[in-house]
């Protein structure tokens, strides 16, 4: 019995025991916010953890418990702990991001992602978020301004992040960033499961890893963000991923999942050279732009880049052709699809052609100079050809955008882009043109000018008034950035017009024409008298 209150003594003395350290523990805590955080992490680890074991034996956890359990693993920053939190990091990658933002809520579960892949690989780059908009003042000590913004935290310095936004290009650019720019496989089994989780990569093959080709090959490496670089130096392992290796002592491929899937590199062994071979091969046949990967798109070395605008369903049956296309034109013409249903990434594109999508439409657009040409056929893989043959050899047109030729014309007649050079330039007549858009702010007041101008000289035969929207319409021969604009043609030199200012008053446009037309037809007034102008 005695044996028996001992033991009960000794438990009891133990709870208590425990239940002082666990309060001395939080009362340390409470005055050191670091720990806490550390706490916080450790039971958001823990949470993890216990989650897994809770699990199905026989089914595996669903899309949304696997998210959940990511986002633990990234840190939250605040106002309060967020610069302490970079400075005692060697390594931060921050996620700024805002609740309302779509963009945010598609990058995040990319970067929870990619945070469970970097703790698995045993990364030591911690992942933290910032919610911007609620913590606006650490924000603004950061330097965020946009949402999403991806920061790579050195040493407590910030530094932009340059790579792409899938979960594994996170990890990628991270990884390089981090001092692991090249992944070794060491065994076919590895390789084999490197197949399965990477879509795109560049695999090298040396007999040692040594000398000054392999020395290039790790600084393309580092220098590339976005793709994974992989090496081998057994013939077996190397083939695993790119089957066509013979018997050099040294090779470079880039392997894609699609159906052009080996690149063979064929230059000399220099970062450069391996760098130019891996931005002009890494985009499919047919690339789908899509917000994430826009920049990686518009940025091309290939600067000649057809679009073509459809939508998802009239695609899968193009998309066949589309390719046979492309094949032809491969490292000269980038193509790239995008769906026309999705307005934030068609629609810029359609308004600048003038287009409307209600079919399919294919366009080409030259990034070196700014230049845009258009098929007017319809969509099959003869014209396409002939489209891109003329494209490439610089015969094609280019295409300028234009209202429909106008039916009828009034005082001041409507001037379109498909009608410049006859309404204008080839007239016999003085032509006093205004250039303006619908968002001008000063242009409704000057419109209003111009057509009392209009009515003050109307019935003479030799000069007429005439409008242009330039936000509808385009044409090569008249380039004009400010509006309003206005411009006088004189009927003897088209080639030099009169630009007048916008400030220009009433009276002051009625003595410009009074001195510049002389007047043709006898039956109406020569000028428009004093009386008149003194009316106005």
Known sequence: MAQ?????????????????????????????????????ELLAIDEEEEENQRAMPHGKPSEADV????????????NENAQRVIDSNELLLLLGYAPWCPRSAELMPQF?????????????????????????????SLGIKGFPTLLLCVNGSVQSYTGGFTGEEIVIWTRKKSGAPVQRLTSTPEAEEFLKTHPIFVIGYFDKFEGVEYEQFVRAATTENEIQFVEANDINIAKVLFPDIGA????????????????????KFEEGTILNFVDYNKFPLVTTLTEMNSARVYSSPIKTQVFIFAEADAIK????????????????????????????????????????????????????????????????????????SSLDHGTLPQYYKSEPKPDSTGIIEKVVGKTFDASVLESA????????????????????????????????????????DASLNENPKLQINNYPTLLFYPAGDKSNPIKLSKKSSLKEMIN?????????????????????????
């Open 248 to 267: 050099e002592k040294q090779f470079i491929g880039l392997v894609k999942n699609e159906s052009e899937k080996f690149e063979k590199f064929t230059e």
């Open 317 to 388: 049956n193009l998309l066949l052709s589309l390719q046979a296309v492309a094949r032809k034109y491969k490292s000269k013409i980038m193509f790239v699809y995008v769906d026309s249903a999705e307005d934030n990434l068609a629609k810029p594109f359609l308004t600048l052609l003038g287009l409307e999508s209600d079919h399919p439409i294919v366009a080409a657009f030259d990034n070196r100079d700014g230049s845009k040409y258009v098929l007017e056929t319809d969509l099959t893989s003869e014209n396409l050809e002939v489209f891109c």
């Open 512 to 536: 410009f024409i009074n001195e510049k037309v002389k007047i043709e037809d006898q039956s109406g007034p020569s000028t428009v008298d004093q009386e008149k102008k003194d009316e106005l």
């Open 67 to 78: 998210l959940s359990r990511a986002q633990r693993i990234v840190l939250e920053l605040t």
């Open 4 to 40: 028996r209150n001992q033991s009960s003594r000794a438990i009891s003395i133990t709870i208590l025991l425990s239940l002082l350290l666990h309060s001395l523990f939080h009362l340390a805590a409470a005055s050191d916010d670091s720990d806490l955080d550390d706490l916080e």
């Open 112 to 140: 929870a992602e990619a945070a469970t892949v970097l703790r698995e690989m045993g990364s030591k780059v911690v992942m933290a978020k910032l919610d911007a908009d609620r913590h606006a003042k650490a924000a603004s």
């Open 429 to 468: 007549e003085n032509v006093f043109l205004e250039v303006y858009t619908p968002w001008c702010i000063d242009c409704d007041a000057t419109s209003k000018q111009i057509e009392k101008l209009a009515k003050l000289f109307k019935g003479h035969s030799n000069l007429k008034f005439a409008r242009y």
